[in-house]
């Protein structure tokens, strides 16, 4: 959901997944609506009118901010959400400059805030920067999630990569935790530690 950009109606997306349903198999995921919001205009209003489209069935809701730009107040307004019964879920941390040189930022964050780290930089297919960063906050343990950001077929093979460097480095407990454990809590609305 991004201002002047991509806003497509509810009911359009409410039947869109409707028809998705039709074709799905019992073997394959269970598919859940949720909305990736930029924190624009159009966020600021929702958040006003308490009408942030998240994941459903849950208090959790992704946001994501310009890479460049830390917004004013954002962890106030995080801790305003949290305070409200909210779980705010940060996507990609790792592409946002603010964070970059920043572990105590991060840290703070972090605190009112999960970290959805993208697979596809952990396996350095996003830049280097972008790399370096996602795996920086993995090793410091503000990573409270993994996930991929699957817009095609090839995104999959990233997603297998930066799982595999996960095992690699951090060890297989570490890849059940931030793709197994941490992503089912927070569709839950707890934010693990």
């Not at 859940?32 to 994941?55: C, H, K």
């Amino acid at each position: 959901q991004k201002a002047a950009q991509y806003l497509p109606d509810w009911d359009r997306i409410e039947q869109t997944l409707a028809q998705l349903e039709t074709v799905r198999k019992p073997s394959h995921p269970v598919l859940r609506l949720g909305a990736e919001n930029m924190w624009d205009d159009v966020f600021y209003q929702r958040s006003i009118d308490d009408t942030i489209p998240g994941y459903r069935g849950t208090t959790a809701f992704l946001v994501e901010i310009p890479p460049p730009l830390m917004p004013p107040a954002m962890v106030d307004q995080l801790f305003k959400f949290r305070m409200a019964g909210k779980l705010p879920v940060l996507a990609h941390p790792e592409r946002y400059h603010a964070l970059w040189d920043d572990d105590d930022l991060a840290r703070t964050l972090r605190g009112q805030c999960a970290f959805v780290i993208d697979l596809g930089a952990i396996a350095g297919f996003h830049g280097r920067r972008e790399t370096k960063a996602a795996r920086h906050l993995l090793e410091l343990g503000l990573a409270t999630a993994v996930a991929t950001d699957a817009h095609q077929i090839g995104d999959l093979q990233q997603a297998a990569a930066g799982l595999a460097w996960i095992d690699k480095k951090l060890g297989h407990a570490a890849v059940t935790r931030l793709f197994d454990h941490a992503p089912r809590a927070i569709l839950a609305g707890d934010l693990p530690d």
